[in-house]
C-alpha cells in the first residue's frame, strides 16, 4: 500500500539523520519508535488477522476475504453490515460444506459470489473463516 511505503521511507529518512548527526539521536530514537508503531502495516494488503504462512490455502483465504468479505463482516470477521464470522461459523456449519454453501449461492441480503470467485476460492475463504477468524 502506498502509505506503508510513504512511511518506510519516512522511516529510513529518519535513520539517515541519525547517522549523520549523534546529537539528535535520543530525540531520533523516539521518533523512530514511534514511526515503527504508526507503521504496523504488516506487509500485507489489509488489516484481516494473518493467517498461517506455511498454509497456502488460508493465505489465499486471507486474501479473498480482505477483498470480497472484510465491508460488509468486518476485518475480524466481527460484524458489521453482514453478520459476525469470527468464532459463530464453526458453530453454526459443523459441516464445512453447509457454509461453503452459503458463501456460494448467497442467503437474503448476503449475495452469491458462485461468479465472482472460483470454488478453489470460496473453500480457501470459508477455511480462512473457520480456522483464522474462528478462534477469535
Ligand atoms: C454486501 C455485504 C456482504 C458481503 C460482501 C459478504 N457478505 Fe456474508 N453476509 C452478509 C449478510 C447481510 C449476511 C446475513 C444473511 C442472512 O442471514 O440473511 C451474511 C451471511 C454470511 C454467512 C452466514 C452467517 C450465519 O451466521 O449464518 C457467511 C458464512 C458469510 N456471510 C460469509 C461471507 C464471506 C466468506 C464473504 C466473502 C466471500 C461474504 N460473506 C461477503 C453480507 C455480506
Redesign the pocket.
Known sequence: MAACRTRSALRSLVASLLMRSPRILAAGLTLVAGVTLVAACSGGSSSSPAAPSDDPVLVEGQQ??SQ??A???GAAGQGG???K?AG??TE??PNIDD?IA??TNG?????S?SKK?TAEQITA??RY?REVLGTK
Request: glycine share 8%; charged share 10%.
Open positions: 479473498v476475504y470480497n468479505c465491508s460488509c463482516h453490515y453482514g453478520k464470522l459463530v461459523v453454526k456449519y457454509q452459503v458463501i442467503k437474503g441480503a448476503m449475495p459470489f470467485l475463504v470459508t473463516t
